[in-house]
């Protein structure tokens, strides 16, 4: 009897806890997308390339406009490569890397590719989701800032690997 109780009560807690979590997982997520902070994405965003078209032809000027204070909040280390016109985006704890590359100019128009490289997940999510939404969403909002014509078109990408 008092194993039954036992048993009974661990899993009480338990549903308790993931009711919680939940919970409050929805609400930093209402948060922030009602902030502007995160936009509504599909499940497996972190796997898709994104490719951005635009008359901002220095990767050093997009670094710039994208929002400071949202990178130290994140704890997002910003790896700059002028000689190879590029960026790495590092998360703490190592939960993703992500990178910003100019790829070439096509007639007035610069072509780029933000990706996820690598990230880890737990039960077939991405660790900091949210965060790597934030960081996608910043940039986005760093090409509309510079230039109200850039258009971002997002396609499967191949070469990504999770963290192990």
Known sequence: METAL?????????AIYVIISTTMWSKKRK????????TERPGNFHKLAYKF???????STIISAIDPELLREMRLKV????QEDCVLFRMSRRLFEAELV?????????????????????????????????LLTAV????????????????????KEKFF
Do not use: C, H
Not at 31 to 38: D, F, S
């Open 79 to 82: 790896k700059p490569n002028y």
């Open 102 to 134: 100019l790829m070439g100019q096509a007639d007035d128009k610069y072509l780029y590719t933000f990706a996820f490289l690598r990230w880890k997940e737990a039960s077939g999510l991405m660790e900091g989701g949210e965060n790597a939404n934030a």
């Open 6 to 14: 036992y048993v009974g009560g661990i899993l009480a807690i338990g």
């Open 31 to 38: 948060r922030l997308l009602e902030a502007g902070k995160i």
């Open 140 to 159: 986005e909002k760093a090409f509309v800032k510079l230039d109200p014509y850039a258009s971002v078109e997002s396609a499967a990408a191949a070469y």
């Open 53 to 59: 078209t635009s008359s901002i032809g220095n990767i």
